[in-house]
């Protein structure tokens, strides 16, 4: 497995220490007193910690690498046909209101050599998820993670989401899905294959 990959965002970052997540609470009780909340008060007494422990989870995508998800799970074969994993599920943040949306993904590879751990995709998913997000920016991460680790001869990429930023204020439209692809090599130029991958990914 080549350690040479061209992945996008911030990987080595570390987890928020002691000091930063006292200031990350500080910043949490002064919100509150903001909206008109009493921080003091005994149900918010130790929301900023739980607040603050919550964005360090839902936000842990910055300190993961996805050379160190993949680890050593890389292997030679000669399968040639389409691997598609689906509903995938997935958690993130948007990064315009800080609300979350979530929903699943499917991703599919045809292999050039190489296979990757089924149990890999879904963590080279978390890595681009747990961070703040745009769908669209992610369906993205996530092909040219793929991309890179396996060179293989095509990558399909499909994220179906739902955003609270929609359903819980501006439009408040509750049934609306936002669905993004990303296809490389033989899943954008061979018409077949892209057909193959968006019928299997949208069977219900």
Request: charged share 25%; proline share 5%; with cysteine.
């Amino acid at each position: 497995m080549t350690t040479a990959m061209r992945i996008p965002g911030p990987l080595h970052l570390e987890p928020a220490g002691h000091d930063e997540r006292e200031e990350l609470e500080t910043l949490i009780a002064r919100q509150l007193e903001l909206i008109g909340e009493d921080p003091t008060r005994e149900g918010l007494q130790r929301t900023p910690h739980r607040v603050a422990e919550a964005m360090s989870w839902m936000t842990r995508g910055y300190g993961m690498r996805v050379e160190d998800v993949v680890n050593d799970a890389v292997f030679g074969d000669t399968h040639e046909n389409m691997v598609l994993v689906r509903d995938i599920e997935f958690y993130s943040m948007c990064e315009h209101h800080m609300l979350p949306f979530f929903g699943k993904v499917h991703v599919a590879y045809i292999p050039d050599g190489k296979i990757i751990g089924l149990s890999k995709l879904p963590r080279i998913v978390e890595v681009f998820a747990r961070r703040l997000q745009v769908q669209e920016r992610l369906t993205e991460e996530i092909a040219e993670a793929l991309q890179s680790v396996l060179a293989p001869k095509g990558v399909g990429i499909v994220v179906e989401a739902v955003h609270l930023c929609m359903m819980m204020r501006g439009v408040e439209k509750q049934n609306s899905r936002t669905i993004t692809s990303a296809l490389r090599g033989q899943f954008r130029d061979c018409p077949m294959t892209r057909s193959e991958f968006l019928g299997l990914a949208h069977r219900s």
